[in-house]
Every structure is written in C-alpha cells, then in structure tokens.
C-alpha cells in the first residue's frame, strides 16, 4: 500500500526559507515532487524529480527552491528560500509510479508579509 507521509511547513515571513520533506513507501516511484493549491486557485505543479535526478520546477520557484530525493530512503524534499507571500499554499507531496500519480495528505505553508 502506497503511503506518503509529509513534514516541515508552518509559518514564515517573507524572505525566509522552509524546508519540507515527504517519506514515500510502497512502492519505488519513477517521479516524486511537489505541488501546492492556494486557496480558489488549482493545484500546480512546485518541482519534480526522477529516479535518474532529473528535475522539473515551475518557473516562479526557480532559483528560490531546490528539490533533492534521497533513493535509498525514499524520500524528497523541498528547499524553499527566499520564501514570499504568493508562495502560500497547501504543498502536495506526490509520487509518480509508471502513469499512476499518488498523493501524500498537504501540508500548510504560510508566507506572511
């Protein structure tokens, strides 16, 4: 049974940095990353990455949020710095495996200005 188990939002001002970190089990997934929903608006796509280390990131986090996957202990996680308001969102763990997405449960981060 797929489980994805997320940690490490919260509250941060602007410029800060969090980091967030999801342990995946069940499987071993050809793609993990992140997404977040901000509230009214659609879940986009944060950063992924693949078994081989290549990686994807929505052009608003790059240079901001770095995403690393330890493969061994299945997990990825999300370094976000320079952290701004519009980064608020409920952030997704998700994990690819062959076409089947999986979801962990969110976790909220909070960027007050």
């Known amino acids: 049974q797929v489980q994805l188990v997320e940690s490490g939002g919260g509250l941060v001002q602007a410029g800060g940095s969090l980091r967030l970190s999801c342990a995946a089990s069940g499987s071993i997934f050809n793609a993990m990353g992140w997404y977040r929903q901000a509230p009214g608006k659609q879940r986009d796509l944060v950063a992924v990455?693949?078994?081989?280390?290549?990686?994807n990131y929505a052009d608003s986090v790059k240079g901001r949020f770095t995403i690393s996957r330890d493969n061994a202990k299945n997990t990825v996680s999300l370094q976000m710095n320079s952290l701004e308001p519009e980064d608020t969102a409920v952030y997704y763990c998700?994990?690819?495996?062959?076409?089947?997405?999986?979801w962990g449960q969110g976790t909220q981060v909070t960027v007050s200005s």
């Open positions: 990455i693949t078994t081989g280390g290549s990686t």
């Open positions: 998700y994990a690819r495996l062959l076409l089947t997405p999986y």
